[in-house]
């Protein structure tokens, strides 16, 4: 088997990195064949970059480029978080159209595949990660590579008619065919994109999605993305997360636990679901005092406009709540805007009685697998998920909820707080089977199967 060769926008060069699913799950790639991870460095220069860096660990090599300050603003700020994010959560009212950050968007795909291809070798294979790298697969194929190469977007690809608002998207989906495999995380994003190159380009779709399209064919798939299933639940078993644990329960008492972690994101539903937890005590007093709401919300993207606005909505929804519902000795809604470790957050989740995972729009969303894997057997909690998150597709013995109906989200919480231990039991055991059996190594062999069942033999 060839090497693999994986690019995306962050790596994770120091093992602490490498705590997350997508990190872990490339790690794992990489070490297991050897190869290169390249991505940014995480450092802005002043003037234009110099030579990349190189650094090597466990046999991968790092490739990593600082980004000069226009690129930085222009395209990670500007093209890909301020334009294909949202629209890509179908927040084209978020968006800064604007056609010079989608010109240096293009030419920081076009510099890092021209410091990636001289060093790639003949069996190698490409692994494209995410939104920052749409037109990479086409700016590999201009710097002379044409081995395989495959793609995974770990955000949802939006209804054609959404993705059409972006003046760019025929540039963007031509060179999205240049990749020979694109991985999606749900049926539902695989149908969108098929449909969008169908209508808009007369695409033909053929077996196990195939599409035939600008005289090339291209592969387009669900792979779901799992987690690293064992890894949590042993962290949830972890002396960090003991810790976590005594210090929530000093604070809790005998009130049952509503727990709630997103990285501060307009596409995460944090405000409807802060205005549901209001209902939810509007409508029944007799769980005053007797549940707490714990929201997690480490800040991401602080110096985007709207992730600032995201902030004072927030502060001003948690300050009402607790004003109107809390006591001398009972705090409703605690509302956390810092970062926690892994372990700790396992623990939280696993005497937690409801998982709170409602997102507007979400990939898939790992929280909402993490929060199962953490469960205690014999008295787990009760998964509340997004009908728009892509792992509500697997997901489907969570309580699925429409997050914009704030009336009857309350009323889930209030199921869910009130829910038999024998449906707990019978609602988790079928959502851990799932969890378990498609985990991140799961995953990651049926993407690589067919982009490198691709090789010659
Ligand atoms: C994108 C897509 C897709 C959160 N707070 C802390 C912390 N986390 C960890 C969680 C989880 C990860 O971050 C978040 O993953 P999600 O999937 O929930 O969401 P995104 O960050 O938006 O991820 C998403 C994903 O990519 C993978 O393809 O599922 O749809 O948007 O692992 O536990 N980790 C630590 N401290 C925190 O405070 N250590």
Redesign the pocket.
């Known amino acids: 088997m060839g090497r693999l060769i994986a690019i995306s926008n962050r790596t994770a060069t120091q093992s602490s990195n490498r ?4 990190a872990v799950a490339v790690w794992e790639s990489l070490k297991s064949t050897g190869g290169v991870w390249a991505g940014w460095s995480g450092d802005v220069c002043d003037g234009e970059p110099g030579e990349p860096q190189t650094l090597e660990d466990e046999g991968v090599e790092f490739l990593l480029t600082d980004l000069s300050r226009e690129e930085h603003d222009s395209y990670y700020l500007g093209y890909a978080n301020s334009v294909l994010w949202p629209v890509f959560h179908y927040r084209v009212d978020l968006a800064s159209f604007d056609s010079e950050t989608f010109q240096v968007y293009a030419a920081v795909n076009q510099r890092i595949a021209s410091l990636v291809a001289p060093r790639l070798q003949q069996g190698d294979s490409v692994w494209v990660h995410d939104y920052h790298f749409l037109l990479m697969g086409d700016s590999l194929r201009r710097a002379d590579w044409d081995g395989p190469i495959g793609f995974f977007l ?2 949802p690809f939006p209804a054609p008619e959404v993705f059409r608002a972006l003046p760019e998207h025929p540039w963007i989906a031509r060179a999205m065919c240049a990749y020979d495999v694109i991985g999606f ?1 749900s049926e539902q994003d695989r149908a969108n994109f098929t449909r969008y190159l169908v209508e808009e380009f007369h695409g033909e779709e053929g077996e196990d999605g195939e599409i035939a399209v600008f005289g090339t064919t291209v592969k387009a798939k669900a792979y779901p ?1 799992g ?1 690293d299933a064992e890894g949590f639940k042993q962290a949830s078993e972890s002396e960090l997360a003991e810790q976590a644990e005594a210090r929530i329960g000093k604070f809790l008492g005998n009130r049952l636990l509503v727990i709630g ?3 501060m ?1 307009y ?1 995460k539903g944090l405000p409807q679901r802060f205005e549901a937890v209001g209902e939810l005590f509007d409508a029944h007093p007799e769980l005053h005092g007797r549940v707490s709401v714990t929201q ?1 919300a ?1 800040p991401s993207r602080s110096k985007v406009e709207e992730y600032k606005e995201l902030r004072i909505e927030l502060d001003r929804l948690a300050g009402r709540i607790n004003g109107d519902h809390g006591d001398l000795d009972w705090i409703p809604l605690r509302y956390l805007a ?5 372990e700790e ?1 396992a623990g939280l989740f696993k005497i937690a009685r409801v998982g709170l995972v409602t997102p507007l729009r ?6 909402a697998k ?1 929060f199962v894997m953490a469960q205690d057997d014999e008295d787990p909690g009760v998964l509340i998920l997004s009908e728009f ?2 792992a509500a597709e697997q997901l489907t013995a969570a309580l699925i909820v429409n997050p914009h109906d704030r009336g009857k989200l309350a009323e889930t919480i209030h199921l869910a707080l009130t829910m038999s231990l024998e449906e707990r039991q019978y609602r988790w055991r079928s959502l851990r089977d799932i969890v378990t059996s498609q985990d991140i190594n799961w995953w990651r062999a049926r993407f690589l199967k067919d982009l490198q069942g691709l090789q010659p033999v």
Do not use: C, F, K, T
Not at 19 to 22: I, P, R, T, V
Not at 338 to 342: H, I, V
């Open positions: 705590a997350g699913g997508l770990h955000i995380q993305i987690i972690v997103d990285r994101d596409s997690i480490p810092r970062s926690y470790q892994r957050l979400d990939g898939m969303n790992l929280v993490e998150a892509g």
